[in-house]
């Protein structure tokens, strides 16, 4: 069974930066979709960032582009969301996310099945 399991989230201020990273376990193929979300207090869970794990496609929601990059290390088996600029408004718990699926649909963020613990990010004005 695939587990995902995140580390890097934290504090910073307005402006600052931070690096969230997931690393995969147990799978026998490796997810096609890889991807990171986040829940804010009282909202409903968005997708952030994904990647075609296999072609390297990414796909970023608005309120990100320019500001966060999605990588992978696939000798790792770890996705990366470098976050860059952030605002009080990225406070969230940040998800990281897998499925299998056709790639072109690596950009929708609806129904994936596979999701690691979350982990908090909160930035302060």
């Known amino acids: 069974q695939v587990q995902l399991v995140e580390s890097g989230g934290g504090s910073v201020q307005a402006g600052g930066s931070l690096r969230l990273s997931c690393t995969a376990f147990g799978y026998t193929y490796m997810p096609n979709c890889m991807g990171w979300f986040r829940q804010a207090l009282g909202k409903a869970r968005e997708g952030v960032a994904s990647?075609?794990?296999?072609?390297?496609?990414?796909y970023y929601a608005d309120s990100v582009k320019g500001r966060f990059t999605i990588s992978q290390d696939n000798a790792k088996s770890t996705l990366y969301l470098q976050m860059n600029s952030l605002k009080p408004e990225d406070t969230a718990v940040y998800y990281c996310?897998?499925?299998?699926?056709?790639?072109?649909?690596?950009?929708?963020?609806?129904?994936?099945?596979?999701w690691g613990q979350g982990t908090q990010v909160t930035v302060s004005s």
């Open positions: 996310a897998a499925d299998y699926r056709l790639s072109g649909r690596c950009s929708d963020y609806a129904n994936w099945r596979l």
């Open positions: 990647v075609v794990t296999g072609g390297g496609s990414t």
